[in-house]
């Protein structure tokens, strides 16, 4: 408030005018504003008023307003505009009073209505979620998709089983949890992308752009899952299912009646030998009719489901290896196609489309995994399969893969370091409850894999029971687990066209459900840095559909499967793995926990469990993920898992080729941190400050709750940023007090080298005498 009291005496009538630049006005008891009928009021407009009263009159004149319109600040309504009133040739017959009178006294406000109701977003028209549970339902789809039914099986599969669920539980609660309370928080806190979200600390803005590289690598080849599923859908329109019996495409140990896989010799005129086989005495001498023993019938020729050879000979087409590139296979372009037509006209028309396809994406798949699961926990030899799941085999906690492929599956399942899960929260409500969609998601996230588990198991020890093989032996293990053993599963239920259609449709729902927020999170990536380009939303969603789709192509050919395993591989593994532990640096010590912990507590209020719990979180993003992160890093440098398929172990140049993907994924986070430090620091010749202080436009994104958190603790400054100053502060300290030391010997010395060179005074010397 500026208190104009100098100027009363300067000030006499109707003639005098004081200019004043303000754009509202509050009364005090103590004088009275009269405004001149023909000015306009704005907060760039130059307004003269005249004053009158007499000698003890002031004007307040609130030039910078700082205000919630749901508070009431000491019992006045700051909300009330000078733009309230009319002024000019508008105001009626008796406007030409409006000199002469004076403004009504202030209200108090007695709303109780959230701000957030009626939001007018000037940032261009920002999308917001229309529906109570559309984030909740967004970001259960995004992270329950095919990782919980299509790699967390095989992950088990390939780790032994029921050992795997170990280290995968430990890094839920370590790293899974706290990693995505911190992105939900962010994201709706700012309501920006994965790139603005980071202006706390500008030096670390490139982890949005980093999160956008593995969002649209792991599209590219998402978007190729789906489309593998979206075939089977279509071809699963027949009679019978054509993956039931072995047929053409089948190779020499496909086996579809495990009846006669083995035999009896125990008749007359036949022969058991030690070997395994049964012999018929002939004209000819011993003729070879089967085989009597399992075990080493399955050493000669192991035993291969139709619906393995179907998808590796006649989906895939497979060839020898990830170099060998032959054919395109058209039912797949097809297919991928159709894909991208699905994922475009469910996002064309943004999250208002979106968030409500989600409602039907999230909750079907759980009905057809629990009718799966039923008929499949009564076949016969279905408790091999459980069992094998459940039991662990403690000795391979000793072997590196396992860790490291649990903790890769808590960040590839969750979706946390990919960017979607910032995205989708930016559409929330400001002080929409963070801390229960995060536990909710993340444990009905864990529950459905584990579910999952449960149900394709049991059809592995069904497979186990009727082929006589161990479990871990019945199929290949691969990212086509969820292509061989679900299908062949649907072909023993009663009218099996049906159950495959639901089946397939439910994997076409769960691939879409994650593709949405991954797109999403490219759109606004590209829309919140040019404003300008968010009503063109429909063309950037489609220009990143055709380019997503134009790479996918190299999947589609007869080494497709090769390259789907590559991209899972080098993808979400170590670039996921830094941005996490980048993550934690930047909020935990650049940034600050207990900044960050405040914008929290001014978000969602202080009596949240979220706030109330916070330390747990401010332990693990200060000590225990990035540690823990960090070690896998090392371990997992140090001894990097083989990358096979099946058998085929991919040659040393992929390796080579994937450490180059993963330094193009980090590559956005390197680059813009050099970007930084030239543009900022060496050209506008700014101190280093500014890399890792909050930027003047850091905080939320509409400005009735930028007021509402600077009302409650007004602005930070970064923690590192902080500490620095106490550094420097203390230095020069104790650099001063050296130098006022170093000063006061100095004098002192000074004045007795003078006293000591001053002659004896007269007194002195007399009464020496």
């Not at 039991?391 to 903790?407: E, F, Q, Y």
Request: aromatic share 14%; hydrophobic share 40%; net charge positive.
């Amino acid at each position: 408030m500026l208190v104009l009291d100098p100027l009363r005496q300067a000030l006499s009538g109707e003639a005098s005018h004081q200019i004043l630049n303000s754009n509202r006005i509050s009364q005090d008891p103590r004088g009275t504003a009269q405004l001149p009928a023909n000015d306009e009021v704005s907060s760039t407009t130059t307004t003269s008023y005249n004053i009158e009263g007499g000698n003890n009159q002031q004007i307040y004149v609130n030039e910078y307003p700082q205000y919630d319109p749901n508070l009431s600040y000491h019992g006045y309504d700051l909300s009330r505009d000078v733009s309230e009133y009319k002024f000019g040739a508008d105001n009626g017959p008796n406007h030409g009073d409006v000199a002469n009178r004076p403004i009504p006294p202030p209200r108090k406000s007695h709303s109780n209505q959230t701000s957030d109701d009626k939001v007018v977003n000037t940032k261009a028209d920002r999308g917001q979620w229309t529906g109570r549970f559309d984030f909740f339902f967004s970001s259960l789809g995004y992270a329950v998709g095919l990782g919980a039914i299509w790699r967390f099986p095989y992950l088990c599969y390939r780790n032994g089983g029921g050992v795997f669920l170990i280290p995968y539980f430990i890094f839920l609660f370590l790293l899974g949890i706290p990693l995505f309370y911190l992105e939900t928080s962010l994201g709706q806190f700012t309501s920006q992308g994965v790139v603005q979200c980071w202006r706390m600390a500008p030096i670390f803005k490139g982890l949005g752009i980093s999160m956008s590289l593995i969002s649209f690598f792991m599209i590219v080849y998402y978007a190729m899952l789906v489309g593998y599923s979206i075939l089977y859908f279509v071809l699963s329109f027949r009679s019978k299912l054509e993956w039931a019996t072995c047929g053409a495409w089948a190779g020499p140990n496909c086996t579809d009646d495990f009846s006669t896989f083995v035999m009896r010799c125990n008749y007359e005129n036949t022969y058991k030998d030690p070997n395994g086989r049964c012999y018929t005495w002939t004209n000819q001498g011993l003729t070879q009719i089967g085989w009597w023993n399992i075990e080493s019938r399955i050493q000669y020729r192991k035993p291969v489901l139709p619906s393995d050879d179907y998808f590796n000979n006649f989906i895939l087409n497979k060839s020898q290896g990830i170099g060998y590139i032959s054919t395109m296979e058209w039912p797949l372009v097809l297919s991928l196609l159709a894909a991208w037509v699905l994922v475009f006209a469910c996002l064309c028309r943004g999250i208002k489309l979106s968030g409500k396809v989600v409602y039907f994406t999230s909750i079907f798949p759980y009905v057809i995994l629990l009718i799966l699961g039923i008929r499949g926990w009564t076949l016969p030899g279905c408790g091999r399969g459980i069992y094998f799941y459940m039991k662990p085999d403690l000795s391979r906690l000793a072997d590196g893969r396992v860790w490291n492929d649990a903790a890769n599956q808590i960040f590839f399942v969750l979706s946390v370091s990919y960017g979607g899960l910032i995205t989708l929260s930016s559409y929330n409500k400001f002080n929409q409850k963070i801390l229960g969609n995060t536990i909710t998601v993340c444990l009905a996230n864990i529950l459905t894999s584990i579910f999952a588990g449960f149900v394709i198991f049991a059809y592995l020890g069904y497979l186990s029971y009727i082929t006589g093989q161990d479990v871990e032996n019945v199929v290949s293990e691969g990212p086509g687990l969820a292509f061989i053993v679900y299908p062949y599963a649907v072909t023993t239920l009663p009218a099996a066209p049906l159950w495959s259609m639901l089946f397939f449709l439910m994997l076409i729902l769960l691939g879409l459900d994650s593709m949405f927020a991954s797109v999403e999170t490219i759109v606004a990536v590209i829309t919140d840095q040019i404003h300008a380009l968010r009503r063109y939303h429909t063309l950037i969603t489609l220009i990143i559909c055709i380019s997503a789709f134009g790479l996918g192509l190299l999947l589609c050919t007869d080494a497709g499967i090769y390259w789907i395993t590559f991209l899972d591989q080098f993808n979400s593994s170590y670039p996921a793995f830094t941005i996490g532990i980048l993550e934690c640096i930047c909020i935990a010590y650049v940034y600050g926990s207990n900044n960050f912990r405040k914008d929290i507590k001014a978000m969602v209020g202080p009596k949240n469990m979220g706030v109330r719990v916070f330390r747990l979180f401010q332990i693990c993003w200060m000590f225990i993920t990035p540690i823990i992160i960090l070690a896998l890093i090392i371990f997992t440098s140090i001894n990097f898992p083989a990358l096979r398929l099946g058998n085929y172990n991919f040659p040393h140049w992929s390796y080579k080729l994937g450490w180059c993907l993963v330094a193009l994924i980090l590559s956005g986070t390197v680059f813009y941190a050099l970007y930084a430090i030239i543009h900022f620091v060496l050209i506008d010749r700014n101190s280093y400050r500014v890399l890792i202080n909050p930027e003047p436009q850091w905080g939320p994104l509409l400005e009735q709750n930028r007021k509402k958190v600077n009302y409650y603790h007004g602005g930070h400054k970064g923690a590192l940023v902080s500490v620095i100053d106490r550094l420097k502060n203390r230095t020069l300290s104790r650099e001063t007090l050296a130098r006022s030391k170093s000063t006061d010997i100095d004098i002192a010395d000074k004045e007795g080298s003078i006293f000591a060179q001053r002659p004896p005074s007269r007194v002195g010397s007399e009464s020496a005498v």
